[in-house]
């Protein structure tokens, strides 16, 4: 049976390969709908994270990253903590992705409401959910944009979170100022993201084609929570943290990313660029816990 895996995965991968070659000529900027729904972006999550689309958490300084869904789990675990809310608290994820974060957040008693903007993440989301076991009244999804929540009553919510999607906001204040509204006084906001000093071309390349040309430079989540409204920031750094999942993409994707720059085609595999572009930068950006509340 696993060798049958081994084959259809290998199949399925030599045919992303040739679509990606002939569908994705890396010149226009991707929205993020293209970025997600393009064959290496479905085909490099589900075979490596099992659709989740988040780093994961390992102890510092740790090697070898297997198994990596163990990680994963406790990265989702790490923004629990962060939200540090009572069971029935309800929260928007904003961002949802296939829904494996949010579905965490409802098996841990939160009441989760999930907007994407990707109608192929949503769909996953719905089955996610259903597989799962959990009903309407712990979790839905839906789409929807982050830009625009005027669907969402005011002060409805305890709290929002963002898992590795902020980074693709168009307009980050606007977003906030958003979040802000829904928000109770005192409610939450936690943002697990990245931020960046990158200052090579290639790593600005890899922003753009993975539509994150918006992304905060390293220092400016606080005062730009601040001009949203938010109080009581805190950041917590955890690049040591994902740096195995890092590693192992630059290790993975080394030759053939060389293999593609030879023929000038690297940039039709954003993935695969990002990954080895990233580890042979390492240090040039961070991953972020940031926590703020609505006073
Ligand atoms: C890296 S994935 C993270 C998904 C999920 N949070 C997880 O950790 O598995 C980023 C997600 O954000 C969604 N997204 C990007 N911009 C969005 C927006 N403006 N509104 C809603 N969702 C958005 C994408 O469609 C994608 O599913």
């Not at 198994?67 to 939200?83: N, T």
């Not at 669907?151 to 709290?159: E, R, Y």
Request: charged letters at 20%; hydrophobic letters at 40%; glycine letters at 10%.
């Amino acid at each position: 049976m696993a060798y049958r895996r081994a084959i259809l995965a290998l199949l399925v991968l030599a045919g992303g390969i040739f679509t990606a070659l002939i569908t994705n000529d890396g010149a226009a900027t991707p929205s993020v709908e293209q970025y997600y729904s393009s064959v290496e972006s479905r085909l490099g999550y589900w075979l490596l994270l099992g659709n989740a689309r988040h780093c994961g958490y390992w102890p510092a300084g740790i090697l070898w990253p297997f198994p990596i869904g163990r990680a994963l789990r406790a990265m989702e675990e790490k923004l629990y903590q962060r939200l540090d809310l009572p069971a029935g608290a309800k929260v928007l994820d904003a961002g949802a992705g296939s829904g494996v974060v949010a579905s965490y957040m409802a098996k841990g008693g939160l009441v989760v409401q999930g907007i994407d903007l990707t109608p192929m993440h949503v769909q996953d989301a719905q089955r996610v959910i259903k597989a799962r076991g959990l009903s309407s009244d712990q979790i839905t999804v839906r789409q929807g944009d982050y830009h625009d929540l005027s669907d969402v009553d005011s002060a409805s919510l305890d709290a929002v979170y963002t898992m590795e999607t902020f980074v693709h906001a168009d307009d980050p204040l606007k977003v906030l100022k958003n979040f802000r509204r829904i928000l109770r006084s005192g409610g939450v906001l936690v943002l697990h993201e990245a931020d960046f000093h990158w200052d090579s071309e290639v790593l600005q390349e890899v922003l753009r084609l993975s539509h994150c040309q918006n992304t905060l430079k390293e220092g400016t989540y606080e005062s730009l929570l601040e001009e949203a409204g938010f109080t009581n920031i805190t950041v917590d750094d955890y690049t040591d943290n994902v740096l195995p999942l890092w590693r192992l993409f630059g290790i993975l994707g080394s030759v053939p990313y060389d293999l593609m720059r030879l023929i000038g085609q690297e940039k039709r595999f954003t993935n695969v660029m990002a990954g080895v572009e990233a580890y042979r930068h390492w240090g040039q950006g961070r991953y972020i816990s940031v926590r703020a509340t609505n006073p």
